[in-house]
C-alpha cells in the first residue's frame, strides 16, 4: 500500500460524504487506501461511513467505534491502522479539491528521499459566514524543523509524510494535546525537510462546531502553549538546537497575549501567562516581561488592529462572491 489517508470523524453528517468523496476521487498510479475513524458519532455519520465502505470494501478500512473516546484517543488508535509507506490526512469536515493531489505530493516525496513532510496551499473556508481566504501567503518553498519550531504553518488537509518514521510509534505525552497536528508534524520533521507546492490542492474547513473553532480565546492560548511546553520537554535533551526555536516561539506567544490582556484590562488572565512564562523560563523577571510586553505603544496596536481589521473585512466581503472548487465525477 503507498499511501493511507487518515480521515477522523464525529458528528459531520453534513460534510462527510464530499470528505470522502473528494478522496476516493483521486486519481493516482499507485494504491491506496481510506482509513476512517468514526468516533462514536450520534447522527448519520456512522451510517454514511458504512455506505462508502460497502462499495470501496478492498479500499476502504472503517474503524467504528461503538462509544465516543475523544479526537486524540480516535487519532492515537486510528494513525497505527495505517500501513501506506506515506500517510496523508483529510478530516471529516474538510475536502480536496484536485484530483492529482495525491500524486504530485508522493512524487515528490519519492523523488526525494531527504524530505519527511510534503504540504500546499489550502483555502480557508469560514462556513458560518460564507467566506474564504487563502493560506501561506509569502510562504518558502523549502523549510525544516527549525522554521516548524517557529510557527505552526502546515494545514492537516494539505499533509502527506512518510509513515514509520517513529520506531517506537507516538510518545505518551501525545495524550495531552488538544489537537494533534502541531506535535505530529514536529516529531515528523525531526527526520527531514519540509517541500511546500503552491497550489491549492484542498479546503479546510472552519466553522462552529469544529474543534478550533469552538475554542474561546483563552482556551486557544492554553493549547498552543500546551502543545509548545511538550515539545520543548520532548526535545530538551534530544535535540537543543530545536528547543531552542521552540522556546522562543513560546516566549514570544506569551509576551504577545499579556500585551493584549493588559490592554484590554484582564490583568488576572495576564498575570497567569506570566506565571506559565516564569515556570518555563525561569531567568524572566517580572519587569523584564512588563517591558517586552510594553514596547508596542497603545496607539501604535490600535492603528495596526483597525488597519489590518479593514483589509480583512475587504478581502472577506469579495471572498464571499467567488465559489468553492470541488473535484467533479
Known amino acids: 500500500m503507498k499511501v493511507s489517508v487518515l ?9 462527510i460524504d464530499e470528505a470522502i468523496r473528494s478522496v476516493m476521487l483521486q486519481q493516482t498510479d499507485f494504491p491506496f487506501e481510506l482509513v476512517i475513524g468514526n468516533d ?5 455519520t456512522g451510517a454514511i461511513c458504512r455506505e462508502w465502505q460497502k462499495r470501496y ?4 478500512v472503517l474503524i467504528d467505534r461503538p462509544k465516543n473516546i475523544g479526537l486524540i484517543p480516535n487519532f492515537m488508535q486510528t494513525y497505527p491502522c495505517c500501513k501506506g509507506t506515506y500517510i496523508a490526512i483529510c478530516e471529516g469536515d474538510d475536502f480536496w479539491t484536485d484530483k492529482s493531489k495525491l500524486q504530485r505530493q508522493v512524487d515528490f516525496l519519492d523523488a526525494h528521499p531527504d524530505y519527511a513532510i510534503c504540504f500546499h496551499r489550502v483555502i480557508n473556508y469560514y462556513a458560518d459566514r460564507g467566506t474564504k481566504s487563502l493560506s501561506n ?3 518558502i518553498t523549502d523549510t525544516d524543523i527549525y522554521d516548524l519550531a517557529r510557527s505552526n504553518y502546515i494545514s492537516n488537509v494539505s499533509a502527506v509524510f512518510r509513515n514509520h518514521l517513529l520506531p517506537d510509534g507516538l510518545p505518551e505525552w501525545f495524550g495531552e494535546v488538544s489537537t494533534y497536528d502541531y506535535a505530529l508534524h514536529m516529531l515528523n520533521a525531526q527526520f527531514g525537510k519540509i517541500h511546500y507546492m503552491k497550489r491549492p490542492m484542498a ?10 473553532s469552538q475554542a474561546a480565546e483563552t482556551s486557544k492560548l492554553d493549547i498552543s502553549l500546551k502543545v509548545r511546553e511538550l515539545l520543548m520537554e520532548y526535545f530538551r535533551d534530544r535535540r537543543p538546537d530545536v528547543y531552542e526555536p521552540l522556546r522562543a516561539s513560546y516566549i514570544t506567544i506569551c509576551l504577545n497575549h499579556i500585551r493584549q490582556y493588559r490592554s484590554t484590562n484582564h490583568p488576572a488572565t495576564a498575570e497567569a501567562v506570566e506565571n506559565r512564562l516564569f515556570a518555563h523560563c525561569p531567568e524572566w523577571t517580572l519587569p523584564r516581561i512588563r ?3 510594553g514596547n508596542l505603544s497603545n496607539r501604535q496596536r490600535r492603528f495596526r488592529f483597525a488597519w489590518t481589521k479593514m483589509l480583512k473585512n475587504a478581502r472577506a466581503f469579495c471572498s464571499y462572491f467567488i465559489p468553492l472548487p470541488r473535484i467533479r465525477g
Not at 7 to 15: D, F, S, V
Not at 40 to 44: I, N, Y
Not at 203 to 212: D, S
Open 203 to 212: 479546503v479546510y474547513r472552519q466553522h462552529g462546531k469544529a474543534i478550533w
Open 291 to 293: 517591558q517586552a510586553a
Open 7 to 15: 480521515m477522523l470523524a464525529y458528528n459531520q453528517e453534513r460534510y
Open 137 to 139: 501567503g509569502g510562504q
Open 57 to 60: 470494501a478492498d479500499r476502504i
Open 40 to 44: 462514536g458519532s450520534s447522527d448519520r
